[in-house]
């Protein structure tokens, strides 16, 4: 079986290829893509060819993001599934070709145990069930009080998750980013502008919780003197190393947590909190390309100012 697929050949290169995939077994389903999109943090570290896992070798074929319809199902797979909207994590349904994660391709193959079915969700919105699931899993280890007092240093599309979920569990939240654009989209109490207010000049009273979405160090070391004694940072971006100055963290006895992409069972919480309405995420989506244009979807999507998340549509191209 063939498909088009998003590959990246060398350090700087993707291009639009075709690939061979495995053929589908029993328990298996084949998707055919509808929508993708392109992880600035993730994808940026692949096409940098920065990627720190030794699987991970170009060229490969990167994506979690994917959207599409059911079109084929396997023997022992659910009929009510054929023809469903579903949202899949990636897929390792290539031959020949590394998968990191594999997603960003026209048709792939995976077991129906891993869909999540759509259901009413506008198709579109289900591209950020990973990131917002991601954020998520993060706010869940803080375990958040209502009145508690959270700094969220950045304004991705992850950092503006967190915000909104922290938010509707009654904590107050700040927000923090370089990119007044960003700041356009946020939900908080307060939103501060890195560029022109200082966030320690800014809070009038310390935090309890700092949530590093930004994937800078250097953010998060400006921001600790507002943490409260005994308080909580959270690094909820992706991160080379790990560089913070020892001295302000023994000194709070700060407790440092990690969050790693999503528990079981987090899909379809985002899911749900989408239909209901408990997740706005409409306004993150502010770009479109088709994939015939995939070099300047990466290119926007990675560097340009406005672009807090691109939908790439494939349109039937397979």
């Given at each position: 079986m063939q498909s088009r697929a998003v590959v990246i050949t060398q350090p700087g290169t993707v291009v639009l290829q075709e690939v061979t995939l495995h053929e589908p077994g029993a328990d298996d389903v084949v998707i055919e893509t509808m929508f993708t999109s392109i992880s600035a943090g993730t994808e940026r570290m692949l096409l940098a060819g920065q990627m720190p896992h030794p699987m991970l070798q170009l060229p490969v074929i990167p994506g979690y993001e994917t959207v599409g319809r059911i079109a084929r199902i396997g023997a022992n797979v659910a009929p009510a599934l054929m023809g469903q909207m579903v949202y899949i994590g990636g897929a390792q349904c290539y031959q020949g070709i590394n998968a990191a994660w594999g997603g960003q391709s026209a048709r792939i193959v995976v077991?129906?145990?891993?869909?999540?079915?759509?259901?009413?969700?506008?198709?579109?919105?289900?591209?950020?069930?990973?990131?917002?699931?991601?954020?998520?899993?993060?706010?869940?280890?803080?375990?958040?009080?209502?009145?508690?007092?959270?700094?969220?240093?950045?304004?991705?599309?992850v950092?503006?998750?967190?915000?909104?979920?922290?938010?509707?569990?009654?904590?107050?939240?700040?927000?923090?980013?370089?990119?007044?654009?960003?700041?356009?989209?946020?939900?908080?109490?307060?939103?501060?502008?890195?560029?022109?207010?200082?966030?320690?000049?800014?809070?009038?009273?310390?935090?309890?919780?700092?949530?590093?979405?930004?994937?800078?160090?250097?953010?998060?070391?400006?921001?600790?003197?507002?943490?409260?004694?005994?308080?909580?940072?959270?690094?909820?971006?992706?991160?080379?190393?790990?560089?913070?100055?020892?001295?302000?963290?023994?000194?709070?006895?700060?407790?440092?947590?990690?969050a790693k992409e999503w528990a079981p069972g987090d899909l379809l919480r985002c899911r749900d909190m989408m239909l209901e309405g408990a997740l706005n995420v409409a306004p993150l989506l502010t770009h479109a390309l088709p994939v015939t244009e995939i070099e300047r979807a990466y290119d926007v999507a990675l560097n340009q100012p406005d672009c807090l998340k691109l939908v790439v549509e494939w349109n039937g191209a397979a």
């Open positions: 077991p129906a145990a891993r869909v999540i079915p759509l259901e009413s969700l506008d198709p579109r919105h289900g591209v950020l069930l990973a990131l917002a699931a991601t954020a998520l899993h993060g706010v869940d280890l803080l375990d958040l009080q209502p009145g508690s007092r959270a700094l969220i240093i950045g304004q991705g599309p950092g503006q998750l967190a915000a909104r979920i922290a938010a509707g569990r009654g904590a107050w939240i700040a927000v923090t980013d370089r990119n007044p654009a960003r700041l356009t989209a946020s939900v908080a109490d307060q939103i501060i502008h890195v560029e022109s207010d200082s966030v320690t000049a800014a809070l009038d009273a310390p935090v309890d919780v700092i949530i590093e979405a930004a994937g800078s160090m250097a953010a998060l070391t400006d921001a600790l003197p507002r943490l409260v004694n005994g308080g909580t940072i959270l690094l909820l971006g992706y991160y080379q190393k790990v560089d913070l100055p020892y001295m302000p963290l023994f000194l709070k006895e700060a407790r440092l947590l990690t």
